[in-house]
């Protein structure tokens, strides 16, 4: 029965946005009140899930089947997720089954989609870079005889929703990588740029909601996609990231070895249990709550374990992070400020809060930027040479 103070949610959960009710106390503090009403919520939604798999190496298939953290798991126990379509899970194999050509949906995959997307309300969930190339026919990226595009295309202009599952499909990732010639694109972004995302390549007009990460962690992902199936209307930020996981909070805020980088006690090797700053750990520029999260079921997270944070979160992963084992400043990362200055930048910050986290977005930004143009303009110059 539908309460009717709270929407079909049940008593102190209603249909505003889950996520946003997440951030503000927490999100295995949510789940630990209300889970029966989340898992009500979702069991009793009839969106299916269409998950389509670009350029990409799977690993958020596998993020994803590796949900950890208990509260979700029971609430997932009752939440009636109709993963409808995923190439990488299903028994479908396509058009040809042993040798022989599958008339029925049973079999064919093709068939499949082709019946979801004309005939069901569905979310489409996209893991993995679109391709563009070779000149904007997406033919570096073929399935079952169809540039990858096209297919993205038929999903993305029916869906109801879009999530785009990791940093490849959020951002075009590492499939966009300096030296690649792919044309890899983000759904609705490659880096920073919405112009270039594959939605306004194709012009639809559809919205985003970027899960990045390399891979997405599951809370991340499934989170969201109950956020979604509510029709709820989640918080986002400037690169259309939930808020409740990406919000203006670096992981290096609340990174364990921060007393560490507090003190300036530097490792300046691996496996030396102090900040790994020296070490090319990029904390401070990726907005992520890893630290508070963290994976593998809540046991530990890159920086804990002695891993630097690659910020594999931002738009502009991999390039403008790398080396990931050199110092930022390296990399002029902080647009040419010097490292005591970009160290001040980022004590200050847990002081000054969002204004800074948002003077060093744009420094990365910049930074990135002046470089692409000097790369372009030395490929010009190349070219030009007789
Ligand atoms: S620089 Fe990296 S290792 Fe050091 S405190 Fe910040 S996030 Fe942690
Ligand atoms: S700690 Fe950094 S590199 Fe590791 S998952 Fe989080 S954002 Fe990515």
């Known amino acids: 029965m539908e309460d009717k103070e709270h929407g079909s949610c049940g008593p102190g959960l209603s249909r505003r946005s889950f996520l946003t009710m997440a951030g503000a106390v927490g999100v295995g503090a949510l789940l630990c009140s209300h889970a029966p009403q989340v898992a009500a919520a979702i069991e009793n939604s009839s969106t299916k899930l269409v998950w389509l798999k670009g350029a990409g190496c799977g690993g958020c298939t596998a993020s994803f089947l590796n949900g950890g953290n208990p509260e979700i798991l029971s609430a997932l126990g009752k939440i009636k997720l109709d993963l409808a379509y995923h190439e990488g899970l299903m028994a479908q194999q396509g058009i040809f089954v042993e040798g022989v050509a599958e008339n029925t949906e049973a079999y064919n995959s093709i068939l499949k989609l082709r019946n979801i997307i004309n005939n069901e309300k569905y979310i489409l969930v996209v893991e993995g870079a679109i391709l563009n190339g ?102 986002l930020d400037m690169y259309h990231r939930p808020k409740a996981f990406f919000g203006d909070s670096s992981v290096h805020d609340s990174c364990p070895r921060r007393g560490y980088f507090d003190r300036a006690e530097r490792d300046t090797g691996f496996a030396g249990g102090k900040c790994l700053y020296e070490m090319g750990c990029k904390g401070p520029l990726a907005h992520a709550d890893c630290p508070v999260r963290r994976w593998n079921g809540g046991v530990n997270m890159c920086t804990q374990s002695g891993g630097p944070c690659i910020a594999c979160v931002e738009p502009e992963f991999p390039d403008a992070f790398s080396p990931f084992f050199s110092k930022a400043e390296n990399r002029e990362i902080f647009s040419g400020i010097d490292v005591n200055t970009g160290a001040k930048i980022i004590l200050g910050a847990s002081v000054l809060g969002a204004g800074i986290h948002a003077i060093k977005r744009l420094a990365i930004g910049e930074s990135y930027r002046d470089e692409l143009d000097s790369r372009e303009k030395k490929k010009d110059d190349m070219k030009r040479r007789p």
């Open 134 to 235: 070779p000149d904007g026919t997406g033919k570096y990226s073929m399935i079952g005889g169809r540039p990858f595009k096209d297919i993205f295309k038929d999903a993305a202009s029916g869906a109801s929703g879009i999530l785009a599952v990791g940093t490849c499909a959020s951002f075009g990732g590492i499939s966009k990588a300096s030296g690649s010639d792919i044309d890899a694109r983000g759904v609705g972004y490659t880096g920073t740029s919405r112009i270039k995302g594959m939605l306004g390549e194709l012009g639809i007009n559809n919205k985003v909601v970027n899960v990045p990460g390399c891979p997405a962690h599951p809370d991340w992902i499934l989170l969201t996609l109950a956020d979604m199936i509510m029709d709820a209307d989640m918080e």
